[in-house]
């Protein structure tokens, strides 16, 4: 489908539901006085917004792009990755809110000065702004690159377009404008998510009931949720999704000011805590709704023709070099293949005798087998047609459904809600970015300045922020899955963060220049890690990277104390 193809319709809700956003935010959150109410939204925040808000900022439009193609393509077994979260959720509800709201920090990272020095902090908020503000730019990149590709709307375009629609209500409003905001984006995002589940399913033929579309997806490996195996080949397991998972999600709801942001606007501390036992209810029910929508999609296509490769670009390149022959041969062979599925799935679902079921299970994974086969065939001839071409389809895979198979009015929703979530993360990254800036490095190094002058500062600090995030998008290159991009930069710095953190709360007697040192070693460590790692010397998935960074630093840091100087005390919290 082009740009020319959307309907009125699809316009008039895209645009709507996109205007409403930003006017809303804009108006509901006017006229901050000072510092407190652009950057805590004037200790106003009750739980459920504060829920809301913190799964707004996580679900981004890598969520709704890449999550659904990622179960098209390997199952269900990512929902794994978030197994952590509710372990995270009730650390962080008993340690880190509480020594937050007594403190009265804007930013997490003023705790570290108070407990290290003030070399600590600022490099703990430097690691901060430098992965956060490269995930700002991938997160407007990633919807822009994908809708560009399919809709070819001009790329740079669309970067400039979702950047300043956000700045607008970020730098205007600040935290209070945020949090607003997302309660009606999250609306948007579950009541179109809600919508697209049901079209797929009355999509469905009428033999095919909900149990039986279930079944076909589990002869297909893609209802495999859970993995014990201890197999570093394997990403995604039950382990490393409740060891990585765990130090991951600790890090981003507890050091990470995109998340601290959301829950320091609280109005007290319990009701920060009820907002984010929320987040650890909800997150990963949603997380396996979204998966199952894929998982949905997958068994839509069983029926239903769909493209040897779901990403125009490379499709484009591959038709338009020598391959292209061998290409359409593929393509041939395919069509035979989904007439046959067809075929055989309707034989499945109305089969009485079990002994049928087998054989017919047995054909049908078969050739979803021979399918897989032709779709790396031809993953290979893009890559030889285009050497620099992107293969990995995954994150297209969801938007090609909604804009082919989709009725008018419901793609506009649905591209709204991609923009929405887009919108909602960049807006809390921008919010954090911004005020990290300026309370962390501009204020502390700027004192005696007027309440009127750091709230100036606070919304120029947001705006660069957005500028820098929109240049990022718009020379970003599309890596692997996008989703596994933004967790991949999370994983490389987070460890490192959380164990300083982890070393303030909990081992007192080591000193500010000792973790500073170990923190410097470490993330240097990471960063050799995860290179070894993708150069296949080691193998360390990047959720492990987590688990190490933290683990590492707090060690390396107990040495360095032993060494320089004799430890008096070791006391908790």
């Given at each position: 489908m082009q740009f020319d193809n959307l309907g009125q319709i699809d316009w008039i809700v895209l645009i709507g539901t996109l205007l409403f956003i930003v006017f809303?935010?804009?108006?509901?959150?006017?006229?901050?006085?000072?510092?407190?109410?652009?950057?805590?939204?004037?200790?106003?925040?009750?739980?459920?917004t504060i829920g809301l808000s913190v799964m707004a900022t996580q679900a981004s439009?890598?969520?709704f792009l890449s999550t659904p193609g990622q179960a098209f393509h390997d199952g269900m077994g990512f929902v794994q990755f978030y197994f952590g979260l509710p372990l995270a959720m009730v650390v962080i509800c008993l340690v880190f809110i509480p020594l937050y709201h007594k403190l009265k920090v804007f930013t997490?990272?003023?705790?570290?000065?108070?407990?290290?020095d003030l070399k600590t902090r600022t490099l703990t908020a430097i690691l901060f702004l430098v992965q956060r503000g490269l995930a700002?730019?991938?997160?407007?990149?990633?919807?822009?690159?994908?809708?560009?590709?399919?809709?070819?709307?001009?790329?740079?375009?669309?970067?400039?377009?979702?950047?300043?629609?956000?700045?607008?209500?970020?730098?205007?409003?600040g935290t209070k404008a945020v949090s607003m905001t997302q309660k009606q984006q999250m609306a948007v995002i579950m009541g179109g998510m809600l919508f697209a589940f049901l079209i797929i399913l009355n999509y469905l033929p009428l033999d095919i009931s909900f149990d039986k579309a279930l079944d076909i997806a589990g002869a297909n490996g893609k209802m495999e949720i859970l993995d014990f195996s201890?197999?570093?080949?394997?990403?995604?397991?039950?382990?490393?999704?409740?060891?990585?998972?765990?130090?991951?999600?600790?890090?981003?709801?507890?050091?990470?000011?995109?998340?601290?942001?959301r829950y320091l606007s609280g109005m007290s501390v319990r009701q920060s805590q009820m907002g984010l036992i929320m987040n650890g209810l909800l997150k990963v029910p949603l997380q396996f709704f979204i998966l199952l929508i894929g998982v949905m999609v997958f068994v839509f296509y069983q029926f239903n023709s769909s493209p040897l490769h779901f990403n125009p670009a490379g499709v484009k390149d591959v038709m338009a070099s020598e391959y292209a022959g061998?290409?359409?041969?593929?393509?041939d062979r395919k069509r035979e293949i989904e007439a046959d599925l067809r075929v055989k799935q309707i034989s499945y679902a109305q089969a009485e005798k079990p002994s049928e079921e087998i054989k017919l299970k047995e054909a049908i994974t078969l050739l979803n087998r021979e399918e897989e086969s032709l779709r790396e065939q031809s993953r290979v001839l893009i890559k030889k047609a285009n050497p620099n071409a992107e293969t990995n389809d995954k994150d297209y895979v969801f938007i090609h459904f909604i804009l082919n198979n989709l009725p008018r009015g419901l793609i506009g929703l649905l591209l709204a809600v991609i923009l929405s979530a887009a919108m909602s993360s960049t807006a809390s990254e921008l919010n954090a970015l911004g005020s990290t800036t300026a309370i962390d490095l501009y204020r502390r190094n700027t004192p005696n300045q007027t309440e009127r002058h750091y709230l100036s500062a606070s919304k120029w600090f947001t705006l660069l922020w957005g500028i820098i995030a929109i240049l990022v998008a718009s020379f970003a290159n599309l890596f692997d899955n996008l989703i596994q991009l933004v967790n991949i930069i999370g994983s490389i710095f987070y460890g490192n963060i959380l164990g300083v953190f982890l070393l303030g709360f909990f081992v007192r007697?080591?000193?500010?220049?000792?973790?500073?040192?170990?923190?410097?070693?470490?993330?240097?460590?990471?960063?050799?890690?995860?290179?070894?790692?993708?150069?296949?010397?080691?193998?360390?998935?990047?959720?492990?990277?987590?688990?190490?960074?933290?683990?590492?630093?707090?060690?390396?840091?107990?040495?360095?104390?032993?060494?320089?100087?004799?430890?008096?005390?070791?006391?908790?919290?």
């Open positions: 809303y935010g804009t108006y509901k959150s006017r006229g901050s006085k000072n510092v407190v109410d652009y950057l805590k939204g004037g200790h106003q925040a009750r739980w459920w439009a890598i969520t997490a990272y003023e705790y570290l000065e108070t407990r290290f700002a730019g991938i997160t407007i990149f990633a919807p822009a690159i994908i809708l560009s590709a399919v809709l070819e709307w001009n790329l740079i375009y669309l970067n400039i377009i979702i950047g300043v629609l956000v700045i607008i209500y970020t730098v205007s409003g201890f197999d570093f080949e394997n990403r995604y397991t039950f382990w490393s999704g409740i060891i990585g998972g765990t130090f991951l999600a600790l890090s981003y709801f507890g050091t990470d000011q995109s998340q601290v942001q061998d290409y359409q041969a593929l393509e007697y080591v000193k500010g220049t000792q973790v500073f040192i170990a923190a410097l070693i470490n993330q240097a460590l990471v960063i050799i890690l995860y290179v070894l790692d993708l150069n296949e010397i080691i193998n360390l998935p990047y959720l492990w990277l987590n688990f190490v960074g933290c683990i590492s630093v707090m060690a390396i840091a107990i040495i360095l104390q032993k060494i320089l100087s004799k430890p008096n005390s070791i006391v908790g919290v």
